[in-house]
């Protein structure tokens, strides 16, 4: 499901603003491709809106040509209204990598925050600053959609490299523990 060489794309839906972030693995780290927010007008039918975010992710996907679709697991929300929208904003997301034909990978919250912060209980701002830092950007993406977008993309590519160091160290628990060993301490620091 991942090309160690191939591009991520993280997309954080939602109606109003859909955060997208490219990112893809280079030999100094994670490398941001671009990023940034499809909006829709709020004035404008829901159906219009829906396909305005279908056509503008449609031709963002065929100009990146992205291995892998990643988007957050829409969770519980106390606002009815917003969990609707997010929710058929998701829908077309997906609905969009199925018509091009990217698979697509989801996270929880939880986990798109451990993988880049250490701690699934992050705040948002500390999110934004590790994709910061991670990416080497000059400054945190001006909007939050956009950086949780990346945030995804780096959960990914975070995920895919540990399963990949799994496969090939099945058979040296030792360097597992040492790599373990290390990645915590480094998320201790």
Known sequence: MFDSKGIVLGVDPGLS?????????????????????????PASDVAERLLVLANELTELIEGLAPTVLVVERILFQNNAKTAISVGQASGVVLLTAARVGIPVVIYSPNEVKLAVTGSGAAPKRQVQLMVTRLLNLEAVP????????????????????????????????????????????????
């Open 142 to 189: 001006g909007s939050p959609d956009a950086a949780d977008a990346l945030a995804l993309a780096l959960c990914h590519l975070q995920s895919a490299h540990l399963r990949s160091l799994g496969d090939a160290t099945k058979s040296a628990p030792g360097l597992v523990n040492a790599i373990s060993a290390a990645l915590a301490r480094e998320s201790a620091s």
């Open 17 to 41: 603003h859909c955060g997208y972030g490219a990112i893809r693995r280079a030999p100094s780290g994670p490398e941001s491709l671009v990023y940034g927010e499809i909006s829709t007008d």
